[in-house]
């Protein structure tokens, strides 16, 4: 089974950049839906984005759409989220998750069964 290993979060002032990388051990990737979802102190986790296994369609929450991006690198082995534009309210733990059903993104995180340990980051205001 693979297991995603999240790297990259840190603190950040508001407007600036963060990459984060999900690196997948155990198991290829390229067959996985990746996505991100992020929990802030006292609140659900949420979806933020996905890409599929098969065609690389992507799909993003409204609150990060045209600041994000996600990519995934299959000869890496990671899936990518380029985070731009941040602000205060971006402010989680990020976790990476994987679904071997690979061409459906879904936004419920009851629907991947993979899990990353998260990686935080902190927007200052």
């Known amino acids: 089974q693979v297991q995603p290993v999240e790297s990259g979060g840190g603190l950040v002032q508001a407007g600036g950049s963060l990459r984060l990388s999900c690196a997948a051990s155990g198991h290829t990737f390229s067959s996985y839906c990746v996505a991100w979802f992020r929990q802030a102190p006292g609140k659900e986790r949420v979806f933020v984005a996905g890409i599929n296994a098969s065609f690389g369609r992507t799909s993003y929450a409204d609150s990060v759409k045209g600041r994000f991006t996600i990519s995934r690198d299959n000869a890496e082995n990671t899936v990518y989220l380029q985070m731009t534009g941040l602000k205060p309210e971006d402010t989680a733990v990020y976790y990476c998750?994987?679904?071997?059903?690979?061409?459906?993104?879904?936004?419920?995180?009851?629907?991947?069964?993979?899990w990353g340990r998260g990686t935080q980051v902190t927007v200052s205001s």
């Open positions: 998750a994987a679904d071997l059903r690979g061409l459906h993104i879904r936004w419920s995180p009851g629907e991947y069964e993979y």
